[in-house]
């Protein structure tokens, strides 16, 4: 007798919980949804200032999200890369505009002045940010290499945080399948991008993660 | 590990007062000081680990361009056949490390290193070894089939070194001084990236692996200890008292000195009540005023960088 009344006490204290459980999730839901909807306005028009001819950082985030779920990221951390990846380059909108449109290629002062852009990136963002965030961070060390030879703080390996190695990985994947306005196309199919992929790992890329994207590439089939 | 963010590092400072040089009494990596290095700020460095000031040499102060063309051609041959292993000082070394192809290479470069008359050019090849033990060491067993072969990947090495010296103005100075006798001169700031005894990652078992390498052994033991020996006094241990004699005499004579690590696994609030108050009171004879910044990295694992600045 005691031990059904406490089985239906459980029951009803499951349920109940379950219950606030999907209202709480039914009411914060949309809200992500929106935001999430509103950052990749925001980084949409990033894109354009950018040049580039398709919309890089909606791609370099559902590549990103591909590698980080395969690698076991979910909830905040993997909440936190997407929109990382999303505003990844926002700090190109700091700078000169002829340098973002060029079709030629970067001179050393050009150069130095654009590799300044994760930093223009984590510092405009962090200023707006009440409590610690990592999505600055991850900002600023996306051009970070895995041979320590990136920048703009050269961190080297496992000193970059996860999430950022899979950002590089995604956003390199995404610039070789597209042209700016001062180089055109450089692979021609998604075999030969892997096979650079490959090539790269443990020089610029984390040579686990970079092994990860080849079981998952759309051309994992024919590698 | 350590992430040692220069531009935050002198955002944090500059809010105290303006700096024009910077000294390392001991830093954890030559190419974290890459971004400092392009600044118009005399860096005064340091390592007593020879290896490393070594390698901090031939990154950070060649200006006149990397390795030339000609010791490239006679430097970086192919190895047609392989070499005897009885003959290889680092043979121990075979499967558990490295492939028998690489060591090969390994006993050949630090050879062929010696005839290069040039000190400055035998640095920048000692160097490039460095960074293909980094590849080597840490792309084992991940990747099927590693496509560059070791005279291409000492061409790359050396190409990417040309690039990284591409100019490079700014005046660094580097040192191999044992720590007790570093001469402490008058500096505008003096900077410490902290390191812990305790801690084992890649970067540590790559200069582990380097050192016995520069100096034509394979007893890790021995490096090891090498290492520890140069870093004692200066390796944090959560296990003993803290003795920050070593960090108070080394600040003496600079207007503001600045402590920077990075954390995991542990909230700030720890790291505050191991590192920051028992710092705070190493140094209270030394600096009226102190400020505490730390950043998130990743909270799901409680990583966040931390740097703590004194001043007067």
Same mark, same amino acid.
């Given at each position: 007798?005691l $031990?059904?009344?406490?089985?239906?006490?459980?029951?009803?204290?499951?349920?109940?919980?379950?219950?606030?459980?999907?209202? !709480?999730?039914?009411?914060?839901?949309?809200?992500?949804?929106?935001?999430?909807?509103?950052?990749?306005?925001?980084?949409?028009?990033?894109?354009?200032?950018?040049?580039?001819?398709?919309?890089?950082?909606?791609?370099?985030?559902?590549?990103?999200?591909? $590698?980080?779920?395969?690698?076991?990221?979910?909830?905040?951390?993997?909440?936190?890369?997407?929109?990382?990846?999303?505003?990844?380059?926002? #700090?190109?909108?700091?700078?000169?505009? /002829?340098?973002?449109?060029?079709?030629?290629?970067?001179?050393?002062?050009?150069?130095?002045?654009?590799?300044?852009?994760?930093?223009?990136g984590?510092?405009?963002?962090?200023?707006?940010?009440?409590a610690?965030?990592?999505?600055?961070?991850?900002?600023?060390?996306?051009?970070?290499?895995?041979? #320590?030879l990136?920048?703009?703080?050269?961190?080297?390996?496992?000193?970059?945080?996860?999430?950022?190695? $899979?950002?590089?990985?995604?956003d390199?994947?995404s610039?070789?399948?597209?042209?700016?306005?001062?180089r055109?196309?450089?692979?021609?199919?998604?075999?030969?991008?892997?096979? /650079?992929?490959?090539?790269?790992?443990?020089?610029?890329?984390?040579?686990?993660?970079?092994?990860?994207?080849?079981?998952?590439?759309?051309?994992?089939?024919?590698? | 590990?350590?992430?040692?963010? %220069?531009?935050?590092? *002198?955002?944090?400072?500059?809010e105290?007062?303006?700096?024009?040089?910077?000294?390392?009494?001991?830093?954890?990596?030559?190419?974290?000081? %890459?971004?400092?290095?392009?600044?118009?700020?005399?860096?005064?460095?340091?390592?007593?680990?020879?290896?490393?000031?070594?390698?901090?040499?031939?990154?950070l102060?060649?200006?006149?361009?990397?390795?030339?063309?000609?010791?490239?051609?006679?430097?970086?041959?192919?190895?047609?056949?392989?070499?005897?292993?009885?003959?290889?000082?680092?043979?121990?070394?075979?499967?558990?490390?490295?492939?028998?192809?690489?060591?090969?290479?390994?006993?050949?470069?630090?050879?062929?290193?010696?005839?290069?008359?040039?000190?400055?050019?035998? /640095?920048?090849?000692?160097?490039?070894?460095?960074? $293909?033990?980094?590849?080597?060491?840490?792309?084992?067993?991940?990747?099927?089939?590693?496509?560059?072969?070791?005279?291409?990947?000492?061409?790359?090495?050396?190409?990417?070194?040309?690039?990284?010296?591409?100019?490079?103005?700014?005046?660094?100075?580097?040192?191999?001084?044992? !720590?007790?006798?570093l001469?402490?001169?008058?500096n505008?700031?003096?900077?410490?990236?902290?390191?812990?005894?305790?801690?084992?990652?890649?970067?540590?078992?790559?200069?582990?692996?380097?050192?016995?390498?520069?100096?034509?052994?394979?007893?890790?033991?021995?490096?090891?200890?090498?290492?520890?020996?140069?870093?004692?006094?200066?390796?944090?241990?959560?296990?003993?008292?803290?003795?920050?004699?070593?960090?108070v005499? !080394?600040?003496?004579?600079?207007?503001?000195?600045?402590?920077?690590?990075?954390?995991?696994? *542990?909230?700030?609030?720890?790291?505050?009540?191991?590192?920051?108050?028992?710092?705070?009171?190493?140094?209270?004879?030394?600096?009226?005023?102190?400020?505490?910044?730390?950043?998130?990295?990743?909270?799901?694992i409680?990583?966040?960088?931390?740097? *703590?600045?004194?001043?007067?």
């Amino acid at each position: 007798m005691l $031990i059904s009344v406490f089985n239906a006490v459980l029951i009803a204290l499951v349920t109940w919980l379950a219950y606030r459980y999907f209202e !709480l999730r039914e009411r914060t839901s949309p809200t992500e949804e929106r935001y999430s909807q509103f950052v990749s306005g925001v980084a949409s028009i990033v894109d354009r200032l950018e040049g580039y001819d398709a919309a890089h950082s909606l791609e370099v985030a559902q590549t990103a999200e591909k $590698i980080a779920m395969a690698d076991g990221f979910e909830g905040e951390q993997l909440q936190a890369l997407k929109a990382a990846a999303m505003l990844h380059d926002v #700090g190109e909108t700091l700078l000169p505009r /002829e340098i973002l449109r060029t079709a030629d290629r970067l001179n050393d002062e050009q150069t130095y002045l654009m590799r300044t852009h994760p930093l223009l990136g984590e510092l405009h963002l962090k200023s707006r940010m009440q409590a610690p965030d990592e999505v600055p961070a991850i900002i600023r060390w996306h051009h970070e290499r895995w041979d #320590g030879l990136g920048y703009p703080d050269n961190l080297k390996g496992e000193e970059i945080p996860k999430a950022a190695r $899979i950002l590089a990985i995604a956003d390199a994947i995404s610039a070789m399948r597209h042209s700016r306005s001062y180089r055109p196309k450089q692979y021609k199919s998604q075999k030969d991008i892997d096979a /650079e992929i490959e090539r790269q790992a443990g020089l610029q890329f984390d040579p686990e993660l970079a092994a990860l994207w080849l079981k998952l590439s759309p051309a994992a089939g024919n590698n | 590990m350590l992430r040692l963010q %220069s531009s935050w590092l *002198l955002e944090a400072v500059g809010e105290i007062g303006g700096v024009d040089s910077i000294f390392f009494p001991c830093f954890h990596r030559f190419s974290a000081l %890459s971004w400092l290095s392009r600044k118009e700020i005399t860096l005064y460095l340091n390592s007593p680990i020879d290896s490393q000031a070594m390698l901090a040499r031939a990154w950070l102060t060649s200006r006149d361009g990397g390795f030339s063309d000609k010791n490239l051609l006679k430097f970086n041959q192919v190895i047609k056949k392989p070499l005897e292993l009885e003959m290889n000082p680092f043979k121990t070394w075979k499967e558990r490390l490295f492939t028998s192809q690489q060591l090969d290479y390994l006993f050949y470069w630090r050879e062929a290193a010696y005839e290069i008359d040039d000190e400055k050019q035998r /640095e920048i090849f000692w160097a490039a070894v460095y960074q $293909i033990l980094s590849y080597w060491l840490t792309s084992k067993g991940f990747v099927g089939r590693q496509t560059l072969e070791p005279d291409q990947i000492m061409a790359f090495c050396l190409e990417q070194h040309r690039s990284f010296v591409k100019g490079r103005t700014g005046r660094i100075e580097i040192s191999n001084i044992a !720590l007790d006798e570093l001469a402490v001169d008058r500096n505008p700031l003096v900077a410490f990236p902290l390191l812990f005894d305790d801690e084992e990652t890649h970067e540590t078992e790559l200069q582990t692996v380097f050192h016995a390498w520069f100096h034509g052994h394979a007893d890790l033991e021995q490096a090891r200890r090498d290492i520890k020996n140069c870093l004692r006094r200066y390796l944090i241990s959560f296990e003993k008292t803290p003795d920050y004699s070593t960090f108070v005499r !080394l600040a003496a004579n600079a207007d503001m000195a600045v402590l920077c690590w990075s954390g995991r696994d *542990l909230p700030p609030k720890l790291y505050e009540q191991e590192i920051v108050e028992p710092m705070r009171s190493a140094f209270s004879s030394r600096y009226g005023r102190s400020r505490l910044f730390f950043k998130a990295v990743d909270r799901s694992i409680d990583a966040y960088d931390y740097l *703590l600045v004194f001043h007067s």
